[in-house]
């Protein structure tokens, strides 16, 4: 049995600089191809990162045996159609966020995929941090009480140029579903349960959300809200308030050096814990894990369509000015 999986990069998108270091470091894989629509730009990327292979189409890199598994950091709206031809290859897929434009997309990519005997993950990196579980643990151990509010923010500033690919209404831009999506997965995950109703108001611009804001409720009464944009400062947190006190977390989504959580009671921080960690390295080795382990994916796809269902939600709310059921 393989003690590596072999992945290979759809395009040269540059997310993947990101990416490229932890891919280096993982343990359980060796990133061996990347292509791109123009073999130049494939061989100059292959060689810029020490990558074995570089491909002249996105096809041929599918259609190589040599590839078991498949990152695709396509824009929006290419997610589904690579993913389900990286599917009908036997590749598995790991699909930059957001994994499809819809909820209803993302239903009919998940079970497509399921169809084809692939795995499929979609590319949250934050659930994969140890500080997250670490997290997880002192919820689940009444370190703050009952939830009863989540807040959360992931705004930076992106020069308003229309030819980027996020200002882009045919390719499914905005910042509701570029980085509105951090927070509001942020709120599923720590209310441990499913919105209700969503309101939120946006500003447009090129035709897509430059800036939204939004309140989520919930059945048993407790709100969170967020706002997420491309008009302000970097600004990254997720602040969990429970009955008898809260979890603060800077840099929640993207953390840099030694990430750290604080506990407060009563204006007093009881503890800040840091926790060290390459967050794309663990997501990169738990996918693999899961793919040759024959193990379910964790976390699984369908959290997509669950945050894929609100973030519908909140883009009707914001078009038509009114709250709407979930």
Same mark, same amino acid.
């Not at 910042?175 to 309101?199: F, K, T």
């Given at each position: ?22 891919? !280096? ?11 791109? /629509? ?20 996105? #096809?041929?890199?599918? %259609? ?23 599917? #009908? ?46 997290? /997880? ?10 939830? =009863?509010? *989540? ?9 308003? %140029?229309? &030819? ?18 951090? +927070? @509001? ?14 309101? !939120? ?6 035709? @897509? #959300?430059?800036?939204? &804001? ?8 407790? *709100?969170?809200?967020? #706002?997420?944009?491309?008009?302000? +400062? ?23 050096? /030694? ?5 407060? =009671? %009563? ?10 960690? %390459? ?9 693999? /894990? ?14 997509? *369509?669950? &945050? ?19």
């Amino acid at each position: 049995m393989a003690t590596k999986l072999r992945w290979g990069i759809l395009g040269v998108a540059n997310i993947n600089n990101r990416l490229l270091p932890s891919f !280096a470091r993982a343990r359980n894989l060796e990133l061996v191809g990347i292509a791109s /629509r123009s073999l130049e730009k494939a061989q100059a990327a292959a060689k810029a990162a020490g990558i074995a292979k570089a491909y002249s189409s996105y #096809d041929a890199l599918l %259609d190589d045996p040599a590839i078991d598994v498949v990152y695709n950091p396509l824009p929006n709206h290419l997610h589904a159609e690579w993913t389900r031809k990286a599917a #009908d290859r036997g590749k598995h897929i790991l699909c930059e966020k957001p994994l499809t434009p819809t909820a209803s997309e993302a239903a009919d990519l998940v079970a497509y995929c399921r169809s084809k005997s692939v795995k499929l993950m979609d590319g949250f990196m934050w659930p994969h941090h140890p500080r997250t579980g670490m997290i /997880r643990d002192r919820l689940a151990g009444g370190a703050i009480g009952k939830v =009863r509010r *989540v807040t959360g923010t992931f705004t930076f500033r992106l020069p308003l %140029d229309p &030819t980027n690919i996020r200002l882009q209404k045919s390719a499914a831009g905005g910042s509701l579903l570029d980085v509105g999506c951090y +927070p @509001v997965y942020g709120i599923r995950w720590a209310m441990a349960q499913e919105p209700v109703r969503a309101w !939120a108001t946006a500003r447009y611009e090129y035709g @897509v #959300d430059l800036e939204t &804001t939004g309140v989520l409720t919930f059945a048993n009464g407790t *709100v969170a809200s967020f #706002d997420c944009g491309f008009v302000h +400062p970097m600004r990254q947190w997720l602040e969990i308030v429970g009955e008898t006190g809260t979890i603060y977390v800077p840099e929640m989504w993207v953390p840099a050096g /030694r990430p750290e959580f604080e506990l407060r =009671r %009563d204006g007093s921080t009881i503890e800040r814990t840091s926790a060290p960690g %390459d967050q794309i390295q663990h997501m990169l080795e738990d996918f693999s /894990r899961h793919v040759m382990d024959g193990t379910p994916v964790h976390p699984p796809p369908e959290e997509a *369509v669950k &945050t894929l269902r609100v973030l519908d939600a909140l883009a009707r709310s914001a078009r038509e000015g009114r709250a709407i059921d979930v």
